[in-house]
């Protein structure tokens, strides 16, 4: 084995869902012969509409004279010229606002936007002082976990709980009366809507938690990944937010192209230079070919309408099955509660008082063939202990109907069981 650096020795570990991943994995190897439900997944399904977008962009690509340009050359780092006006056309039209190219970046995938940002913005000054990445309400995305070179920036704020307990329902709030963004704070970054939990914040809580860095110069990432235009995963009504020092970041990826990794931030254009310099060290920039198929689909608005005419039904429907069988099948005395589902691709189940931790839940569903994500991977930075980490469990909505149905009729039984038994 290499002698690692601190950094190297980090950067090495499997962080979050990705270390879980791998004894899912491990799991469906072993299953031979043995039917399983697996609910875990955060790789969007190829949707035959979507899929056909993307082959019709390509064959566009393909006859045309940008084709040489496009893939067999190197381009600027801040992404395809071409993408970035589309966008801001885009953006301009849709939303009213007044960006220019100069206010768009495109990054390889969201999820290294967040490095450069995570990095940039926060860590130690050169004058030894530290700034916080704050993650305004946890839980939320776990990939923002393994972000920064210093985790010790990294401080996340336990939400307050709105419950519903007739309904079995409850939905996330930042607590403002915790949540402490000042001069220590290198950024802000939150997702929506949100992964894991569907939460979408209200556009009141945005621009509270904006207001709150705007004294300070502090960039608010906005995680866009499940928003609108696209992908369009927000079953309830939401806007985007726009503001000074408001980064709006968003991902193809739930738009049928993880497989390109592209990432896009719009906002002030002194912190698009910054973050669009990181991304020339880190990997000069995104895929060319992936840039321009986007171009067209934006360009010619088919993207988002295929979001809100596909992509955004085809899930919200799952989410309905799965809504609608926990509530046949769940007793009606034990503490769950099914979180709001405002959005994205997974359902947030919060098993209260669960006499077992949620790692235990998750390998006793494994007996009975089901496969969910155990929650406490998704409060990345919420150092405190608390218990209600432990009784979560997130449920992906990339299963089939029958999947999602017979899973959650097991689930139901399991969770009867481990309730009866303590
Ligand atoms: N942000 C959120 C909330 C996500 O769920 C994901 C992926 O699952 C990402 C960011 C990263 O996506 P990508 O790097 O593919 O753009």
């Known amino acids: 084995k290499p002698a690692l650096t601190k950094i190297g020795a980090q950067m090495s570990n499997l962080t979050g869902v990705r270390a879980i991943m791998k004894d899912i994995v491990e799991t469906l190897r072993a299953s031979a012969g043995q039917e399983l439900y697996n609910l875990s997944a955060g790789n969007p399904l190829i949707l035959p509409e979507v899929e056909q977008l993307w082959r019709d962009c390509t064959a566009d690509l393909l006859a045309s004279e940008e084709y ?62 530290l700034k916080q990445i704050v993650l305004p309400l946890s839980p939320d995305y776990t990939g923002y976990g393994g972000v920064c070179l210093f985790p010790e920036a990294l401080v996340a704020y336990k939400p307050t709980l709105d419950i519903d307990a007739p309904a ?45 860095a705007a004294p300070y110069n502090v960039p608010v990432l ?10 369009a995963l927000n079953f309830t009504e939401m806007t985007p937010v726009f503001g000074e ?13 993880p497989g390109e990794r592209i990432g896009v931030v719009i906002g002030d254009e002194q912190q698009i230079q910054v973050l669009e310099s990181f991304q020339t060290n880190v990997g000069i920039h995104s895929s060319r070919y992936g840039q321009a198929i986007a171009a067209r689909a934006i360009e010619s608005g088919a993207l988002a309408n295929i979001a809100e005419a596909v992509i955004r039904p085809f899930y919200q429907k799952k989410f309905d099955v799965l ?37 235990e839940f998750y390998q006793e569903l494994k007996k009975v063939g089901v ?4 929650g406490s991977t998704f409060f990345p930075g919420l150092q405190e202990e608390w218990e209600h980490k432990h009784q979560c469990l997130r449920i992906s909505l990339t299963g089939s109907d029958q999947e999602i149905e017979t899973g959650m009729l097991r689930l139901a039984k ?7 038994r303590a």
């Open 68 to 129: 040489g340009e496009v893939v067999c050359r190197y381009g600027s780092s801040q992404g395809y010229a071409p993408l970035i006006n589309a966008i801001a056309k885009d953006f301009n039209q849709r939303y009213g606002l007044n960006i220019t190219d100069r206010n768009v970046l495109i990054t390889a995938g969201s999820q290294s936007l967040y490095f450069y940002a995570a990095n940039a913005f926060g860590g130690y000054t050169v004058d030894g002082d």
């Open 168 to 212: 079995h329902r409850f939905k996330y709030r930042p607590d403002f009366t915790q949540l402490s963004i000042t001069e220590q704070t290198g950024c802000v970054i939150f997702s929506r809507p949100c992964n894991p939990t569907g939460n979408v914040l209200t556009n009141d809580e945005v621009h509270k938690i904006a207001a709150l």
């Open 222 to 231: 906005i995680d866009s990944a499940y928003a609108p235009p696209f992908p």
């Open 245 to 257: 020092n408001i980064l709006h970041c968003m991902s193809l990826s739930k738009a049928g192209l």
């Open 323 to 359: 809504e609608s069988t926990l509530d046949a099948a769940m007793p009606k005395d034990l503490p769950w509660f099914l979180h709001r589902g405002e959005g994205a691709i997974f359902a947030w189940l919060w098993l209260q008082d669960l006499p077992m931790t949620d790692w």
């Open 371 to 374: 496969i969910a994500v155990p």
């Open 414 to 420: 399991v969770a009867e069981q481990v309730y009866q």
